[in-house]
């Protein structure tokens, strides 16, 4: 159950866990944008681009799975330590990289140091959004305004990232700039760990693995939607839309290259930013503090059959025109920012109902289920995002895309009131 009223530690806990979060969110989304746009300069086609991510979103399932145990049994500060201290090394590990190796050398290698990454991303994110359920205040929809601020504040934050991730492979190269932040993140660990005060559950001893799988239908549900809504965002975001904008932009040079950088990054950005804007906005803007859970539920439902609208006329768009060509550049722009503000609504909802679903001594497994279902959506999304860009180019990518979120609002259709 959440606390009536917050108390000063649960408040101090609240701002420490944030800020480890932010700080985690920083370096996960510059990590990618350099990954991603290192990796097609040196010559790596969309399906390989993909393989570097792959075992990024199969770690991060199998954490989920293990996570939300491992915290109900030993506490959730400890998980979030962990998740900090295993980035940092993989940012380590990744800058001893050396291009002289063979493609599939490089490839094996980053998918593994991908995956530690992987790992670290969701021991900090089940940490942090379980905090929320146990910190915030029930009052005045408290717990809406609180998960909502921490993921949408945390997605502008990884928005920042990815501007940051392409700004620095533009102006010191791949191996100071993942050097560089290893050693920043450092920092904020030793200060986290320093200025973390009491507030956090340390966790039970008689917490038994079994307890991982729910029982709840909402709950099921709800992680079998977040996996075609995430999907859905991800068959496009991760490898097609950046490298259809490079094609674009990039006429070649080293100089274009650079120009390109910082182009793609900045969208990237803005739009992930934008996204958390309006996640962080959404209580506010479904009036949430007035409406009961039945209303949000009936809500989700809307949302995620308004979001499919969007990326259908993409797609029709896409299949009328010779890419790449200005015009559609254009229309792809102002369309996947009007994606991204519905897919926000969508996602702010999830992220509510999940911790409304659950009860305080069971939160860390079922949104550990829950984020294990998240991870297995982005993993679904990552491998259809090399793949149908190379088969079918823009057309195929965002129709799969519109298949994937029509699904995700069947399955929130089965949500009901608890």
Not at 59 to 80: D, Q, S
Not at 321 to 342: M, N, R
Request: positive net charge.
């Amino acid at each position: 159950m959440t606390n009536a009223s917050v108390r000063p530690e649960g408040l101090s806990a609240y701002v420490a866990v944030t800020a480890a979060y932010w700080a985690f969110m920083l370096t996960d989304g510059a990590l990618r944008m350099l990954v991603l746009l290192h990796f097609h300069t040196l010559g790596f086609a969309p399906v390989q681009l993909a393989y570097l991510f792959v075992l990024y979103e199969v770690a991060g399932m199998v954490t989920n799975l293990c996570a939300g145990w491992i915290a109900a049994r030993f506490g959730l500060t400890p998980t979030l330590y962990a998740g900090l201290g295993i980035q940092i090394l993989a940012l380590i590990a990744l800058a001893q990289l050396d291009t002289n190796w063979a493609i599939g050398l490089s490839v094996v290698y980053v998918m593994i140091v991908q995956g530690a990454s992987g790992i670290a991303k969701d021991l900090a994110k089940m940490s942090s959004k379980s905090a929320v359920k146990l910190l915030a205040p029930s009052e005045g929809n408290g717990l809406f305004r609180w998960v909502a601020l921490l993921t949408g504040s945390k997605n502008a934050v990884k928005g920042f990232g990815f501007l940051l991730g392409a700004a620095l492979l533009a102006t010191f190269g791949f191996s100071s700039a993942v050097l560089g932040m290893a050693a920043i993140l450092a920092v904020i660990l030793v200060a986290v760990l320093i200025a973390m005060p009491p507030g956090l559950p340390k966790g039970r001893k008689g917490a038994k693995f079994s307890e991982v799988f729910s029982k709840s239908a909402n709950i099921n549900w709800l992680s079998v939607a977040r996996v075609f809504l995430f999907g859905a965002r991800d068959v496009w975001f991760v490898v097609g839309i950046p490298i259809y904008f490079f094609a674009v932009l990039s006429d070649g040079s080293e100089a274009g290259n650079r120009a390109a950088f910082f182009i793609i990054g900045t969208f990237m950005a803005v739009w992930v930013i934008l996204y958390g804007f309006v996640q962080a906005s959404a209580p506010r803007l479904l009036r949430a503090a007035k409406r009961p859970e039945s209303d949000l539920i009936k809500a989700a439902r809307k949302w995620a059959w308004l979001l499919t609208v969007v990326p259908a006329a993409l797609t029709a768009a896409a299949l009328v025109s010779e890419e790449p060509q200005l015009w559609l550049t254009i229309i792809l722009i102002s369309g996947l920012f009007v994606f991204g503000a519905i897919f926000a609504i969508n996602s702010a909802l999830h992220s509510y109902l999940i911790l409304a679903f659950t009860q305080a001594e069971r939160v860390t497994m079922d949104v550990g289920f829950y984020y294990m279902a998240n991870a297995g959506g982005r993993l679904l999304g990552t491998v259809l995002s090399g793949l149908t860009y190379q088969l079918g180019g823009l057309p195929l990518m965002l129709g799969t895309a519109t298949a994937m979120v029509t699904a995700a609002a069947i399955v929130t259709g089965f949500l009901r009131e608890e």
